[in-house]
């Protein structure tokens, strides 16, 4: 009884913390993170468009994963692709901006 809405209270209590915290157009967490995770990504700033393209590229610069979305949150699945402790690059773009961060899924 209650326990979700609990676990979803927690996910915006920490989510709020980490929006006070940062200067970044782009939240991505938890990072590092584990593969029974999903990896969340937030666009933090307005004025930057409404429809935005992920990547995870992976260290030989292959293109693992691919998505666009029209909202400012999404969940990406990691499991499907990281199946190893290896880092990635994330890369949120659209029109109006271009943001990279260093990930480690494992």
Known sequence: YGIPNF????ELAELQN???STDK??????????SKDN????ITKENLGTIFQVNIIDLNGKVIYHQAFTNKY???????????????VIRVWNEAFNYSEKILLH
């Open 7 to 10: 676990a979803k209270a927690y």
């Open 39 to 42: 990896l969340k990504v937030l």
């Open 25 to 34: 157009d782009v939240l991505i967490f938890p990072n590092p993170s584990d």
């Open 74 to 88: 999404m969940d990406i699945p990691i499991h499907s692709f990281s199946h190893a402790y290896v880092q990635y």
């Open 18 to 20: 980490l929006l006070r």
